[in-house]
C-alpha cells in the first residue's frame, strides 16, 4: 500500500468513527423523542423485553431429542467474542432460562421474580450471567438495541441554581423519558403511540422519575406556573444512552464481601457528604449519589454474585426490588427500577436458603433454573478444545483422544450408576452421547435420564480437568502430550482435591480412571486395525473372494481354483472366518448369503454393481478379517523388541502414514501409539503361551 493510500485509509476510518460516535450520541428534545417512539415502539421496551428480544436477535436452532423440540440459542455460542464464553451441552437448561425472559417480557409474572441460577460449582452459571451482560451491553449500541434517557439543560447556559451552577444535569438513573409524562397525560399519549401498533408490545409508562429528577421539575412547574410542556421544551434533552458495565451504566455486579463490612447503600446509594453543604440538607436529592448497583442497573440487568451469601438486609432489598419494582434508598420514598435481576449461587448455599424458615418470603420470589454439568461426550470435548488447540499451544502437539479421554473421566464421575445390569457406566456414556447399542432405545435412554435424579449435580467440574491438563502440558518435557500423561496427572491430583468428602469417593474416581484407559486402549487398538487393512485393493480382493464363494454355496456350484484351473467346493473356513467378524451365528450363516446374493441381484436389476463400502457390518468384517492376515506379516510385536528388519519397517511406515492421513496424528504420536498397540499384541502373545 502506497504512502498515499494509508493516508486515505487512516482519514477515513477516523470518518467512520466519528460516524458511529455520532449516531451513538443522539441528541433531541423531548418531543423528537416522541416521533421516535411512535416510529419505532421497541424503543420504549423495558429491560425484560430488551433482553428477551436480544437472545432471539442472534437467531435459533431447532432438533428433537427423546422426541421433544429443543431450540438452541445461538446467543449462548457467543458471536459476540467468536466463542469466548460459549456455553455447551446446556440447551434444555438454556431454554428455560429463555422462556423466563419471554414470561417477564409478555408481563406474565416472572417479571417479578429473581431469577436464580442453581448448580455446581464451575458448571457455567457466571458465565452465563456474563454472556447476558455483554450481550446487552452490544445490543445496546444496534439500532435495534437503541434506548433512551434525558438530561436537565440550561438554555441560558450560564449555570442553572437548580444544578448547583452547573449548565446541565444527567437523569442519575437513565430514566426513560416517556417518564416525565404526568401521570394524568400518559393515558391520552399512550393510546395515541399504541394506534395501529404492529409490535409485539405495547408502549407502557411504569413508575415516575428519579428522587432528584423528580425535584428538579417539581422546581421548574413552580417556575412556569404549572406549564410541563415549557419546562420539557426548555430544559430537557433527549439522548441515546448505550449501556456499559465498565462504565457503570446500565450494567450492574454486587459480590458480597465480608458480613461485618456489608452495607445495604451499596445497593441503593448513598449521601454525598459534600454536597449537603451546597444543598442544606442531607435530604435533598441533588446531594444523594445515585449509584448503588441497583441504580446502576436500571434499565439493564444486575447480577448478584453468590447472592445467597448475602446479609439479610440486602435480601429485604432484593424482596423489593423484584416484586415491587422499587428500592429504597436513604432518607427518600420508594424509587422505581426496571432491571432484570440476576444471582446465582452453589447448592450448599442453597440447601441453606431451604432449611432456613425466615427466608419463605425469597423462595418465593424466586425462579430457579438448575445448570448442572454436562453429561454429553461431545460438549465436554468442546470446553476443553476452546482452551488447548493448535493455536492457543505453541511448541507442542496433543495425540489423538487425549482431550477425549479426559473429558470421558470427567463425565463418567458425574453420572449415577445405570440401575439396568446389563449397562455399564461407559455405556450409559455412550448412550448420552448418541452412540447406537444393541437393545437399546432412544426410549430407554429417556427412562435412564429420569431415574438419575441428581445426575449432572455431583462429579468433577470442568475447571478440575483444565487445571491438570495444563499442568500435564507444562510439566511434559517430549512434544506431543498423550492421554497417559492427562490421566496421570487427573488420578494424582484426586488425593488433594478440595472438594471430595470422602476417601470412597476418591477410590471410585481412580477406578474410572482405569475403565477409561481400558476404552482408550479400545479405540486405539481399532485404529491401528483399520490403518493396517486399510489396503482397498486388497479389501476390494478378498471380498470378491467372498463373493464367488457366496455365490457358489448359494448355487450349489463350484469355484475354480485360479491357480490350478481345478473346480473345488466353496471355501467354507474362508466365509466362515469372515462372517464371524461380522458376528454372524452359525446357524445363521445360510440366511446371510441368501441376503447379500439377493442384494447383489436387485443392483444387478437396475444396472448398478455391488461395492462392499456401502455394507457397513461386511466392511468391517472384511477389514477385521485382513487385519489378522496382515498383522502377522507386518510382525507389529517386533516393535517391542527393537529388532525391526527392513521388509517389516516398510511396511509399518504404510501403517504409520496412514495413522497420520486418516486419524489425526503426527509422527510421534503415531510411533508412540504403534509403539503402544504393539506392546498390547506382545502382551496378548505372551497370554496364549501360558
Not at 415516575?208 to 419546562?231: C, H, N, T
Not at 431451604?354 to 445448570?371: C, P, S, W
Not at 461407559?426 to 452421547?433: A, F, M, R, V
Not at 478440595?498 to 479405540?523: F, H, M, N, P, T
Request: net charge neutral; charged share 30%.
Amino acid at each position: 500500500m502506497t504512502a498515499s493510500a494509508q493516508e486515505w485509509s487512516k482519514y477515513l476510518n477516523q470518518i467512520q468513527m466519528k460516524e458511529e460516535f455520532r449516531h451513538l450520541n443522539w441528541e433531541g428534545n423531548f418531543f423528537d423523542y416522541l416521533e421516535l417512539v411512535k416510529k419505532n415502539p421497541n424503543i420504549a421496551r423495558n429491560a425484560f423485553q430488551r433482553m428477551y428480544d436480544m437472545v432471539l436477535s442472534w437467531g435459533t436452532d431447532n432438533f428433537v431429542e427423546y422426541k421433544k423440540e429443543i431450540t438452541r440459542y445461538k446467543f449462548f455460542d457467543d458471536p459476540i467474542d467468536g466463542g469466548k464464553d460459549a456455553v455447551f451441552g446446556l440447551d434444555v437448561q438454556l431454554m428455560k432460562l429463555v422462556n423466563f425472559f419471554k414470561s417477564a417480557a409478555y408481563g406474565y409474572g416472572t417479571e417479578k421474580r429473581v431469577l436464580l441460577l442453581h448448580g455446581p460449582v464451575g458448571s457455567a452459571k457466571s458465565t452465563i450471567a456474563r454472556l447476558l451482560k455483554k450481550g446487552i451491553e452490544h445490543y445496546s449500541r444496534t439500532d435495534t438495541g437503541a434506548l433512551y434517557t434525558f438530561k436537565w439543560i440550561d438554555p441560558t447556559g450560564k449555570g442553572e441554581v437548580l444544578f448547583g451552577g452547573a449548565t446541565e444535569m444527567m437523569s442519575p438513573m437513565h430514566e426513560d423519558p416517556l417518564k416525565l409524562i404526568p401521570e394524568e397525560m400518559r393515558a391520552q399519549v399512550l393510546a395515541e403511540i399504541n394506534k395501529g401498533l404492529k409490535t409485539d408490545y405495547k408502549v407502557q409508562i411504569k413508575g415516575d422519575i428519579d428522587p432528584a429528577s423528580r425535584f428538579v421539575m417539581r422546581e421548574l412547574l413552580k417556575r412556569y406556573q404549572g406549564d410541563w410542556a415549557q419546562v420539557v421544551t426548555n430544559h430537557i434533552r433527549v439522548v441515546r444512552v448505550v449501556l456499559s458495565e465498565k462504565d457503570r451504566i446500565g450494567i450492574g455486579t454486587f459480590q458480597p464481601k465480608d458480613e461485618k463490612n456489608q452495607d445495604s447503600t451499596e445497593l441503593t446509594g448513598d449521601i454525598n457528604y459534600r454536597k449537603i453543604a451546597e444543598y442544606g440538607s442531607d435530604s435533598d436529592p441533588r446531594a444523594f449519589n445515585f449509584d448503588g448497583e441497583f441504580c446502576v442497573a436500571n434499565r439493564g440487568v444486575i447480577e448478584f454474585i453468590e447472592v445467597l451469601k448475602l446479609d439479610v438486609a440486602f435480601l429485604y432489598d432484593l424482596l423489593t426490588a423484584s416484586q415491587e419494582h422499587k428500592i429504597k434508598p436513604k432518607k427518600f420514598a420508594q424509587t422505581d427500577i426496571d432491571e432484570v435481576i440476576i444471582g446465582h449461587t452453589n447448592e450448599p448455599e442453597f440447601r441453606k436458603l431451604q432449611n432456613n424458615e425466615f427466608m419463605e418470603a425469597l423462595r418465593d420470589r424466586t425462579v430457579k433454573i438448575d445448570i448442572p454439568y454436562i453429561t454429553k461426550l461431545k460438549h465436554e470435548i468442546k470446553i476443553y478444545e476452546k482452551d488447548f488447540n493448535p493455536q492457543k499451544i505453541r511448541g507442542k502437539s496433543i495425540a489423538p483422544h487425549t482431550i477425549e479421554v479426559a473429558a470421558m473421566w470427567a463425565i463418567l464421575t458425574r453420572l449415577e450408576h445405570p440401575k439396568k445390569s446389563n449397562l455399564s457406566l461407559i455405556q450409559k456414556l455412550k448412550l448420552y452421547d448418541g452412540k447406537a447399542l444393541s437393545g437399546f432405545s432412544e426410549e430407554n435412554v429417556k427412562e435412564l435420564r429420569k431415574e438419575a435424579i441428581r445426575e449432572g449435580l455431583d462429579g468433577v467440574s470442568p475447571r478440575y480437568v483444565q487445571d491438570k491438563i495444563s499442568n500435564a502440558i507444562v510439566k511434559s518435557e517430549i512434544p506431543c502430550v498423550n492421554p497417559f500423561m492427562i490421566l496421570n496427572e487427573l488420578e494424582s491430583g484426586l488425593k488433594n482435591h478440595g472438594l471430595i468428602a470422602s476417601e470412597e469417593k476418591r477410590r471410585e474416581y481412580r477406578d474410572l480412571i482405569g475403565v477409561v484407559k481400558q476404552e482408550y486402549e479400545d479405540i486405539v487398538k481399532n485404529e491401528v486395525q483399520r490403518a493396517i487393512s486399510a489396503d482397498e485393493d486388497a479389501i476390494a480382493k478378498l471380498c470378491g473372494n467372498y463373493i464367488d464363494n457366496v455365490k457358489a454355496y448359494t448355487q450349489r456350484e463350484k469355484v475354480r481354483n485360479k491357480y490350478t484351473g481345478m473346480d473345488e467346493e466353496a471355501d467354507e473356513r474362508l466365509m466362515r472366518s469372515i462372517e464371524e467378524k461380522a458376528e454372524v451365528q452359525e446357524s445363521r450363516k445360510d440366511d446371510f448369503r441368501r441376503e447379500i446374493m439377493n442384494y447383489i441381484g436387485a443392483l444387478a436389476i437396475e444396472g448398478r454393481t455391488f461395492d462392499f463400502r456401502t455394507n457397513e457390518r461386511l466392511l468391517k468384517a472384511l477389514e477385521l478379517k485382513l487385519f489378522e492376515d496382515q498383522k502377522d506379516t507386518i510382525k507389529l510385536t517386533s516393535l517391542v523388541s527393537n529388532v525391526v528388519d527392513r521388509a517389516t519397517q516398510e511396511k509399518i511406515d504404510v501403517v504409520k502414514s496412514r495413522l497420520i492421513k486418516s486419524f489425526g496424528y503426527d509422527e510421534i504420536s503415531a510411533t508412540d501409539v504403534l509403539n503402544f498397540v504393539a506392546s498390547i499384541f506382545a502382551r496378548g502373545d505372551v497370554k496364549k503361551r501360558d
